[in-house]
């Protein structure tokens, strides 16, 4: 819904990262974030983009951030939504990692509004998300930048948004 009351007003570009939506399954991915960053800056290349406000969500703000900082040129402003300097999980879910990707397959797609990834993504994805860092990441970002978050969000609490906004030089935070 936010994407059709955008297009109104501006061009909106979107991308499905590697192993989500429906983008392929590169097996010999390692799905850390210096690939997902290198998978945006070839799509602003093909596109031969000018300057542009970059948004992203959940892992996708960390991608966002990085970009952000490898290509300051390219970014006029940053939404951060439902982000954070550590990403965690809760114990649950983490568990339910360890099953199978077969297994997963039908779970995931009981969850496919808020899971994009597919199960053999996850799998590789999520040690690396729980390992990730964004804190040395955020004092780097030079464009005007915005954190949105929601009482409701149980991944990214506000306050820990708050936390990661007053580490970027001209950020705030929307709840």
Not at 54 to 65: E, K, R
Not at 92 to 105: E, G, N, R, V, Y
Not at 150 to 169: C, H, Y
Request: positive net charge; contains cysteine.
């Amino acid at each position: 819904p936010q994407l059709l009351e955008f297009q109104k007003r501006v061009r909106i570009i979107t991308l499905d990262m590697r192993g989500h939506g429906r983008s392929g399954f590169p097996s010999q991915s390692h799905f850390v974030i210096d690939e997902f960053v290198q998978d945006l800056k070839s799509l602003v290349d093909l596109l031969q983009l000018p300057s542009f406000y970059l948004v992203g969500h959940s892992f996708g703000g960390a991608v966002a951030a990085a970009y952000s900082v490898m290509y300051p040129q390219d970014v006029t402003g940053l939404a951060l939504i439902g982000t954070a300097g550590k990403i965690h999980l809760r114990p649950s879910l983490q568990i339910l990692l360890k099953l199978p990707a077969a297994l997963l397959d039908p779970i995931q797609r009981g969850f496919h509004n808020s899971v994009s990834a597919k199960p053999e993504v996850l799998k590789k994805l999520i040690p690396y998300v729980l390992n990730w860092r964004g804190w040395d990441l955020y004092p780097q970002i030079r464009c005007p930048s915005v954190g949105i978050s929601g009482e409701w969000d149980l991944l990214t609490r506000p306050s820990a948004m708050q936390e990661m906004m007053n580490q970027i030089p001209d950020g705030y935070l929307e709840r």
